[in-house]
């Protein structure tokens, strides 16, 4: 199963290294990993997507909540976060099929960003599945390079994680 954790910091060097070495050492895959400072600048957010059991996930929450600059760490529930990623991907675009893709693009109202005589570099921020489809919308006509933010996410409504 897929789950999403908030865990605030002290925003000081070497904390990023010491949660993702308590990751590591579980033997958990990091899906995606954002990293960003908050409305207050010594706290950081970071927000980790990993695959993994119900136990180990326990065990990882308890595992970060001992470590020293962490202030708090929250596992968000299915369907009650919103999440995006941003995503730029270069792709191969000769005239003719240049109204394809533009279109493609709209329809997913993603933007043209650049355009070069051979290939046009899309950007879009949505959810991962949605990111996940435009790519394999766009495949067909030959990608150059993707680069892709990790998962940032946030609590509906009212909720929060915050000190």
Known sequence: MQYTLSILVENQAGVLSKISGLFSRRGFNIDSLAVGVTNRPD????????????????????????????????????????????????????????????????????????????CVTVEYCECANRVNMLIELLKPYGIREIVRTGTVAIDKGTASVSV
């Open 43 to 118: 706290v950081s957010r970071i927000t980790v997507v990993a695959n993994g059991d119900e136990y180990v996930v326990e065990q990882l929450e308890k595992q970060l909540n001992k470590v020293i600059p962490v202030i708090k760490v929250k596992r968000l529930s299915e369907g009650e976060f919103i999440s995006r990623e941003l995503i730029l991907i270069k792709v191969h675009c000769p005239a003719s099929k240049r109204a394809e893709i533009i279109k493609t693009a709209e329809i997913m109202q993603a933007k043209i960003v650049d355009v070069a005589p051979s």
